[in-house]
C-alpha cells in the first residue's frame, strides 16, 4: 500500500474510531454493558468493511483503472447491503443491545464515508502525471515564421 493510500485509509479510519468509542460510551449509559457491546461489535464490523472495501478499491484502481468509478459504485452499494444484513441478522439477538448496534452501525458508516470524502477533497492529486525522467521542454508544433 502506498503511502498516499495508508494516509487517506488513516483519514478515514481515526474519525470513525473515535465516532466509535463515543457511541460505546453512549449505548453504555443508555443501554448498560450489553448495549456498549453492541456499539462496540459495530464499530469493529464498519472498520472490516470499509477498511477492506477501501484496500480493494485502491488495488482495483491500479490494475484496471478503467473500472475504478464502476467499481467503486458497486463497492459501496454492496457494503452498504451487507451492513442492512447484519442489521437484520442481529435484531433480535439477545448477545447485545440490537438497537445500539444498529444505530452505531449506520453512525459510523456515515463517519467513514464523511470522513473518506474529505480526505479524498483536500488529497493533491495530480490529473497528468508529470515526466520526471525527461526535463525536456516538448517542441513547438505550430506554423514557422
Do not use: C
Request: no cysteine.
Amino acid at each position: 500500500m502506498l503511502s498516499d493510500d495508508a494516509r487517506s485509509l488513516l483519514h478515514a479510519a481515526v474519525p470513525t474510531a473515535v465516532a466509535g468509542v463515543i457511541a460505546v460510551v453512549v449505548s453504555a449509559v443508555a443501554a448498560g454493558g450489553k448495549g456498549a457491546l453492541g456499539a462496540a461489535i459495530a464499530t469493529v464490523v464498519v472498520m472490516l468493511f470499509m477498511g477492506i472495501g477501501f484496500i480493494v478499491l485502491q488495488r482495483t484502481a491500479k490494475s484496471l483503472p478503467h473500472l475504478f468509478q464502476a467499481m467503486g459504485l458497486m463497492l459501496y452499494t454492496t457494503q452498504i447491503l451487507l451492513l442492512f444484513v447484519f442489521v437484520a441478522v442481529f435484531k433480535n439477538t439477545t448477545l447485545f443491545n440490537p438497537k445500539a448496534f444498529a444505530i452505531t452501525l449506520v453512525a459510523t458508516t456515515l463517519v467513514w464515508i464523511a470522513a473518506q470524502t474529505r480526505a479524498h477533497m483536500k488529497a493533491k492529486i495530480l490529473y497528468v502525471e508529470p515526466d520526471s525522467v525527461k526535463g525536456d521542454k516538448p517542441e513547438n508544433s505550430g506554423p514557422k515564421s
